[in-house]
């Protein structure tokens, strides 16, 4: 794999009014890598996302998104930047009032000079990488949870983005499903050679996809852990990061217990 | 797979053997930004050709994806359209796996996606007529339900919620009244300018005050002010419901015991049913003063003398009129906006419909009451 960073953030804090969430963070996501955002609840995992993906401007700091610092582009330049991208968002965030083929297309007409006829086959290649096909003309609402996390993907990766965000893939998703999901991002990421971000805390998922992992502590605003999950479980000195990766609750305080599951 | 900055070309050599034996030689990058011109140019390149056969070369081709996949799928079914073998050569072991996951073999003869057939007239008709039968059933064991609840709040006030109950009075009332007054003093000051042009061919400027008074009291008023009730209140209530419903807090209600009715509908139905009226008294006195200003202004009358014909026209039958009509609004508006909110299925496009719809049937029924007013009040009166 090549080492090149494809995402810099560098000395970044985010935060919602005057609260600060995370505070002077930095590091790299390298070109074709899986790498995992986790942490306990209310660490600031979200707020991360959506600070890459553009969504809420920095307090300061840089995002260095394959070359383009997207804090220093105007509206529609950040758009611009933004096509380089793709997010498959929580609840998958399919329109409601569209089919699943015309969502996937939504943005192939829009950016590319396809004919109509070619673009639907396309969509039905795209539908066809996430196992979806013969579900062109269904709606959102007509889909399981699992398969509109699929719909949303195939919709995610209609421009090819060269970066695809993950926000909770297996969340509300039963076990069978998730694992079917992080099946698919890893065959997508080894046949498609896409750099994938993504944000969870499933234990098991984690395992299963990362290639490296950063981790967020709510206290100290920032990453307290990165590297492999594997070794990181076996080898951290960290207590958190331990009890994290241990699925254990804080003893000494029960009151916060459960944020770290 | 990746999309380029600039668009990256890619190259293309076309030769001809002998029999129509046509071969494409493809070089550079086949992706998302060039496969659109790909396709015309190639396309308009190989009409030029009789082909019997068409053979790519993807030798040359550093990179290619499900965009570049089209492509090739495209000049498929240029030649097996006239009837030519069609071959790729040369394709690295990455294309060739990337042509498997896309199943490139089987995808031209996939079968056209099914349309869902658009039924008959008769059936539309049948299914409106059913729709129409729930949707009076639904509208029946609402009504039913907030008198249910109603009642419930009678025996047993303190399951009113007070606070939401002021907070909307604060919504429909306090904060509605700026633009009824604005709005009644205008009407006013319209109706007293437009009367005054043909009364005062007759010496009657007077009588402007009476029928400012008499009109804004008895019909215009309420009206006015329950059509723009409808407009701020009515649709904020169908959208608040709506939202709730589709985001499951009123499913959360439900199994945490509370009453939906109760607890979502009945503060508002009060609110509006106290505030409304009030509105309209509003409405009556500021509609009177735009009345008086003109009055003033423009005809002569002295503000003793207007005020005057105003009192001697006025019985407190109109006044009261007026205001038992609009507590009557007020309730179709809240009743209406409630219901089309807890009528919402699905997502945010049937939140937009539920609140068009609750200020469109607002209005048509704070008509359809009025004129039902004014014959019951022709014929017993």
Known sequence: MTRKPIIQVRELSVGYGDVIILDRVSFDVYEGELFVILGGSGCGKSTLLKAMIGLIPPFSGQIIMDGDDLSIQDETNLQKVLRKIGVLYQGAALFGSMTVAENVALPIEEYTPLPRESISTLVRMKLGLVSLQGYENHFPSELSGGMKKRAGLARAMALNPKILFFDEPSAGLDPITSAELDDLILHLNRSLGTTMVIVTHELESIFAVAQRIIMLDKHSKGIIAEGDPRYLRDHSQNPFVKQFFNRRAIEEDLDTAGKDT | ?381
């Open chain 2, 1 to 381: 797979m990746k999309i380029p900055e600039t668009p990256t070309k890619a190259q293309y050599e076309i030769s001809e053997a002998p029999q129509g034996a046509v071969i494409l030689r493809i070089c550079g990058n086949m992706d998302a930004s060039n496969a659109g011109p790909m396709i015309q140019t190639l396309s308009a390149r190989l009409r030029e050709y009789a082909i019997s056969s068409l053979t790519v070369d993807l030798e040359g081709v550093d990179y290619l994806d499900d965009f570049g996949a089209l492509v090739l799928i495209e000049l498929r079914k240029m030649a097996t359209h006239g009837r030519a073998a069609f071959h790729i050569i040369h394709a690295s072991d990455k294309i060739k796996d990337l042509l498997s996951i896309l199943d490139f073999d089987s995808l031209d003869e996939q079968l056209p996606i099914q349309k869902k057939s658009s039924p008959s007239v008769f059936v539309h008709i049948g299914e409106a007529t059913i729709q129409l039968v729930s949707d009076m059933k639904y509208v029946l064991s609402f009504i039913g339900s907030i008198i249910i609840s109603l009642v419930h709040v009678c025996s047993k006030p303190r399951s009113l919620r007070k606070n939401d109950t002021l907070l909307y009075m604060q919504r429909v009332g306090v904060e509605g009244l700026p633009i009824v007054a604005l709005i009644s003093f205008l009407m006013g000051l319209i109706m007293a300018f437009m009367s005054s042009v043909q009364l005062q061919q007759f010496g009657a400027n007077i009588y402007v005050a009476s029928l400012v008074s008499l009109a804004m009291t008895r019909e215009l008023g309420p009206i006015i002010t329950a059509i723009i009730v409808a407009g701020r209140s009515g649709s904020a209530f169908a959208a608040e419901i709506g939202t709730m419903k589709i985001s499951e807090e009123v499913d959360a209600l439900f199994t945490m015991g509370f009453n939906p009715v109760l607890f979502l509908a009945v503060p508002k139905l009060i609110a509006a049913v106290i505030m409304v009226p009030i509105l309209t008294l509003f409405s009556d006195l500021f509609a009177i003063m735009g009345g008086l200003l003109v009055g003033v202004s423009m005809l002569d009358l002295t503000v003793n003398s207007y005020i005057a014909q105003t009192i001697k026209t006025l019985s407190l039958f109109d006044v009261f009129w007026g205001v038992l009509k609009s507590g009557i609004f007020a309730a179709l508006i809240t009743l209406i906006g409630c219901l089309r909110g807890f009528q919402v299925r699905g997502g945010a496009a049937s939140v937009g419909q539920a609140t068009t719809s609750a200020v469109v049937s607002s209005i048509f029924m704070i008509i359809l009451s009025d004129s039902i007013f004014s014959v019951i009040l022709r014929y017993w009166g």
